[in-house]
């Protein structure tokens, strides 16, 4: 064969393989395609344990899919019509029982239960799973902390299917958080034998491998570009899935994200601009699912240690002067909960997140300005996150300029994301944008991070007031008792008092946007918002 | 072969002067990754924890030292963005972007090369103009703007190109592993489904590219092609009555090929790394998106082993080069 034949006869095959896909390939992918979700998202884990070092929240995802809890929450009906987890109602999920007492919770486990390896799920395994939780350090300890799990003490071996957890002191928040992400149960003899000296708990290894008992394993994960999950037909925690396949890709172009939807080649996004939820919402091609975020406020914090924002009436002013609704117009698109404008003399609620009094009103802020002794304003910078600029940037315009009507003039300082922690924790930004949500969803639970004395890092604004640290820890104590009277007094009394002292201004409570093919069906809005592909289905 | 070595023992110095700079710049970043990959929750004791835990407490000596030998022993760190060793992560990332940049250089020259004879024979012709036209256009228009543009009109308006979703449909399955570019490992196994796929996959970012280094190299050869269509031994060859081909082709491209490649080399070197930008849009898991997030995250491992890589690749290129000179035109002596 001549050279010149050859080419044109490889050029021949090469085009009709490009014309004419073998039929045979495509029924098999019609059939895959079936039983797999395609999810698309802007960045993937780096982790796949949460209890490893930094793991991120796309690691959480992972985590919750893979691994099972001793208990979970039963599902209601949310704002919108779209199944919420009920914060109220638990379900056993590991445990097939659980029964609260007094000082201590007692679960039998289901026997028939198995780790994705086939060993069976015991008692033992569930200690070593908690009391990692809460020796590895960082996060997954905190997190324990946060319902006063914090020795392994507390974890107690009954026989091989019955574990009783010991209650540190009475905290009604114990209960819940058994049932969030990081108490996941681990296949302890697996982990074991992969652990080295160095690394006691095995967390190398569980970095990289899924060592549940959970409804989905991970098969494959290339870091940043894709993970790939498979069904466990053995898992005994609820229905068994419908979804065979989960394919998750990451696609960093946002208008990518969105064209795959649009040309119904992926399943289901989020992290999409709002601009863009609302553009497909109202062209009605796609589901779109709006939640605002449980127990989460984006707000505007002020630096109360240090002049000008020492001074209650300052803060008030700034208060006053936010443009509330233009935020949530121009920078939301209207996908956000105001926070603002309570009516006058209406009841403060039992319940947080809750609208405040103020309302923009530049004449009222420009007095308050002169009452505190600055007629003239003064100059302070605005800091945000550039990691979350789509919305901290316009909204952070949008309140430079509104301060300026009162004489404020705000420098716009821009924190890249890798060091905006690192700032925002030495606690000496003046005033700043920043979001915080807590997964337990109790309002006592938002204000001893955010508010009391005790001053943890979210407290950013260094806020200290002895009455306020009372109420909180009154609240608690009330609920841990079952005091209800005491409860809602104590509540009211930190919200209002968070209200008229105002270290940081509430600006809106975001929402959690999901957009989905129409025939998927099954989206589960949970505290954590990531998604729950067990409940999934493709019709 | 003696020049070859000659030329190897030039490069220590080099990579090792990279070695420091991409040390100290790193350090020298803003942003504390112990502060980041501790989470939003974290206390400052766990901060402090992890700081310690990947050695980020030391005296900065004391770190650099332990980089260096531990870079001795052929360990380039852990990325902690992707949780994986950078050494595995480059790679399995750098022959898909090597595969992307050079289908694109590929095309490029294909459509470059041509189109600078075209207009350096026919100066002042409507060619002429074409070429000025499409190098300027494609030189002045934004990668990423490019590459969304195409996105934008074949795969969603058009629905010609498949999802831009990386190098391979989401329900192909890579070609055995041979040497990491599909389209030669497909072609090797006789895979040709994906080979189809992953040629798919490659047309519209390769465009991509290929649009942004046209100008340099068709502009090249146009400059180069109409100084040696003026000299001498052309004019030599057409008075002797060689038909127009042969002057063009055998002797004026030869000799006008000298720049043009040094162009090539240059283009080749900027395209890996403009490759970045063009390899989040087309979602691909190449090493240009890699080293970008890791530098989001102050992640200093992958950061280093990116330009560690690049500028070993680019003394290998320049060194490539060089030999090729010596192959086109044997009067270049490299003892220069």
Known sequence: MKRRDFLKSAGAVAATAAVSAPSVIDTAKAQSRQETMLIVSESGPNNLDIHG??????????????????????????????????????????????????????????????????????AKDVKWSLDRAVSVGGFPTFQMGAGSLTKPEQFVVVDDHTFRVDFARKDRLTIPDLAVIVPC???????????TEKDPWGLEYTKQNTAGSGAYKVSSWVAGTEVILERNDAWVGGPLPKTKKIIWRMVPSAGNRRALLERGDADISYELPNKDFVELKSAGKLNIVSTPFSNGIQYLGMNVKNAPFDNPKVRQAVAYAVPYQKIIDAVLYGLGQPMYGKAPGAATQVAWPQPHQYNTDIEKAKKLLAEAGYPNGFETTLSFDLGFAT???????????????????????????????????????????????????????????????????????????????????????????????????????????????????????????????KNVSGYQYWFHRRLDYRALVKA | MAIMLKRMTLIIPNLIGVIIVTFLLTRALPGDPAAYFAGPAATKESVEQIRKSLGLDKP?????????????????????????????EIKNRLPASAELTLFGLILSIVIAVPLGILAA??????????????????????????????????????????????RLDVFASPPTQITGFYLIDSLLTGNWSAFRSSLNQLLLPGLTLCIFSLAPIARMTRASMLTVLASEFIRTARASGLDSRTVIITYAFRNAMLPVVTTLGMVFSFLLGANVLVEKVFAWPGIGSYAVEALISSDFAPVQGFVLTMAILYVALNLLIDLLYGVIDPRVRLEA
Not at chain 1, 190 to 195: D, F, H, S, T
């Open chain 1, 391 to 517: 919305i901290n940037e316009p909204t952070a315009v949008l309140i430079q300029e509104s301060l300026g009507q009162i004489g404020i003039k705000t420098t716009i300082n821009k924190i890249p994301g890798s060091n905006f922690r690192t700032e925002l924790n030495k606690k000496v930004l003046p005033l700043y944008l920043n979001v915080f949500s807590g997964w337990l969803d109790y309002p006592e639970y938002f204000f001893i991070w955010c508010y009391h004395g005790k001053n943890s890092i979210f407290n950013t604004m260094s806020y200290q007031s002895k009455d306020m640290d009372a109420f909180i820890d009154g609240a608690v104590t009330a609920a841990a008792s079952g005091d209800k009277a005491t409860y809602e007094k104590d509540v009211k009394g930190f919200v209002d008092l968070a209200f008229a002292d105002m270290p940081r201004v509430p600006l809106f409570q975001p929402y959690s946007n999901v957009a989905m093919q």
């Open chain 2, 60 to 88: 900065l000596i004391v770190q650099f030292g332990s980089y260096v030998s531990e870079l001795a022993r052929g360990n380039l760190g852990n990325s902690l963005t992707t949780g994986k060793p950078v050494l595995t």
């Open chain 1, 53 to 122: 070092v930094g793991t991120n929240v796309p690691g959480y995802e992972v985590s919750w899919n893979c691994y099972d809890r001793l208990i979970s929450h039963e599902m209601k009906t949310g704002p919108s019509g779209q199944a919420y987890y009920d914060k109220d109602k638990f379900k056993p999920e590991l445990a097939e029982d659980m029964n609260v007492g007094d000082m201590s919770a007692t679960f039998k486990l289901k026997k028939k239960a198995t780790f994705q390896d086939g060993t069976p799920v015991t």
């Open chain 2, 121 to 166: 024979v026919k100066q002042g012709s409507w060619i002429d103009h074409t070429c000025r036209i499409v190098a300027t256009a494609g030189v002045s228009l934004p990668v990423f703007f490019t590459g969304l543009l195409l996105v934008y009109v074949f795969y969603y308006i058009l629905g010609w190109s498949p999802a831009p979703l990386g």
């Open chain 1, 185 to 195: 149960i681990i296949n302890s003899e697996l982990v074991k034998k992969n652990a």
